[in-house]
Structures are given as structure tokens and as C-alpha cells.
């Protein structure tokens, strides 16, 4: 039986290809549980360079998820803040 709900079909600004949509809720999430790992760098001070990579990388996640609206394009595989 095919899905009763048909999703948007979204289009990059930069390429004009297929953007999907990613869930907002599961990227804040981990963006949020990845900024708030680097806690055991406190204690640990072997852990400040994989706990700085991990706030970068749970920044971008947050960034993606709010402003990027979780679409991410197949084509230039990046995200669009613009549209």
C-alpha cells in the first residue's frame, strides 16, 4: 500500500537538484548531545581535541537543522540557509 502522505519535493538553489529532507528534531538532538560530550574534557584533558572536533561538528548539526531547514542536497552535497 503505498504512504498516504507525499512529501514536498524541494530543488537546490545552487544546482536545481533533489533536495531531501532530514528529520529537525533527530539533528538537534544529536547536535545538542554532541556539544554537551565534550563535558568529559574537563576531567579528561586527553579528550580536548576529539571534544573540540565534537563541538564543531554538533554546531554544524544545530546550524543544519535550524537554518538549513534539514535539506540537504544529492547533487553539491551541502545545504542551502538562503532558500
Known amino acids: 500500500m503505498p504512504e498516504a502522505t507525499a512529501q514536498k519535493k524541494f530543488s537546490c538553489p545552487s ?3 533533489e533536495m531531501v529532507q532530514k ?7 544529536v547536535g545538542l ?7 568529559i574534557a574537563w576531567f ?11 563541538v564543531l561538528t554538533g554546531i554544524y548539526l544545530v546550524v543544519w537543522a ?3 531547514k534539514a535539506r540537504w ?3 553539491c552535497k ?4 538562503s532558500g
Open 66 to 68: 535550524t537554518l538549513g
Open 73 to 75: 542536497c544529492r547533487n
Open 78 to 81: 551541502k545545504f542551502s540557509i
Open 33 to 39: 548531545c554532541m556539544i554537551a560530550s565534550v563535558a
Open 15 to 17: 544546482c536545481c537538484g
Open 44 to 54: 579528561v584533558p586527553f579528550f580536548w581535541v576529539p571534544g573540540f572536533v565534537l
Open 23 to 29: 528529520s529537525k528534531t533527530r539533528l538537534i538532538v
